[in-house]
């Protein structure tokens, strides 16, 4: 059983136009977490929710908007997608929030997104 | 703000060596250290974690060292196999920083026959 599943894992699209990433972990985590990876391989968060609630937001274009509709699922919904959003988004989840756990990320395969 | 810097340069080691990576941070010290392994194609796969009161960690053939006074942490694999061949990153979570993990930009491993 995959622990953190994202579809679609690839996804060309024109600029202009909306896209959504979704994503489930069934690991029974309450903190789920949206990365982005550019071309240079740099891991950088962008958002996380624990427990349905959103508790980071990265700078990161309002364009960009995460949904959890419940603590197994996070979609991650783009609009207007621009060339520079080209890059490998990935989806993943902790335990919880804190620290107790050493908050081990565990993460999805990728969805890789190229805007044209 | 937090700096984290990996080799950039890839490593290429002959199978049976022990491979050493570095992960160096500036500024604050950090709670904890993750290494994680990241497949062509793949997410990254959590590896080991280490606190800050830990001077070392071992897993099987692996051991993570963590120098708080240097700043730094190493990666060791002993006896490398070509299945080691991999980007390893280092990820540091900061006291006071919201709890937000803090990536390296991985360091890409070659074992070679």
């Known amino acids: 059983d995959t622990a953190v599943s994202q579809t679609p894992k690839y996804l060309v699209t024109q600029m202009g136009n909306d896209k959504s990433i979704k994503c489930e972990q069934n690991?029974?985590?309450?903190?789920m977490y949206w990365y982005k990876q550019d071309s240079k391989k740099f891991l950088k968060i962008m958002f996380s929710y624990n427990n349905k609630e959103l508790i980071i937001n990265e700078t990161v274009p309002n364009r960009f908007s995460p949904k959890s509709p419940d603590k197994a699922h996070l979609n991650l919904h783009i609009n207007s997608l621009e060339l520079g959003d080209s890059a490998v988004y990935f989806c993943?989840?902790?335990?919880?929030w804190g620290q107790g756990y050493g908050n081990t990320i565990y993460f999805g395969e990728g969805s890789w997104l190229t805007v044209v | 703000s937090q700096k984290i810097e990996q080799n950039s340069e890839a490593l290429n080691i002959q199978e049976g060596k022990t491979a050493t990576l570095t992960c160096n941070y500036t500024?604050?010290?950090?709670?904890?250290l993750q290494w994680y392994r990241q497949d062509p194609g793949r997410g990254p796969v959590f590896l080991l974690l280490i606190r800050e009161n830990e001077k070392e960690k071992r897993k099987e053939r692996l051991k993570v060292t963590f120098d708080t006074t240097l700043k730094q942490s190493l990666f060791h694999i002993t006896a490398s196999q070509p299945a080691d061949s991999a980007t390893y990153l280092c990820?540091?979570?900061?006291?006071?920083?919201?709890?937000?993990?803090?990536f390296g930009t991985g360091t890409q491993l070659k074992v070679e026959l």
């Open positions: 990820a540091l979570l900061f006291t006071g920083g919201g709890n937000k993990l803090t």
């Open positions: 690991l029974g985590h309450d903190t």
């Open positions: 500024n604050y010290s950090p709670a904890y």
């Open positions: 993943a989840s902790s335990q919880d």
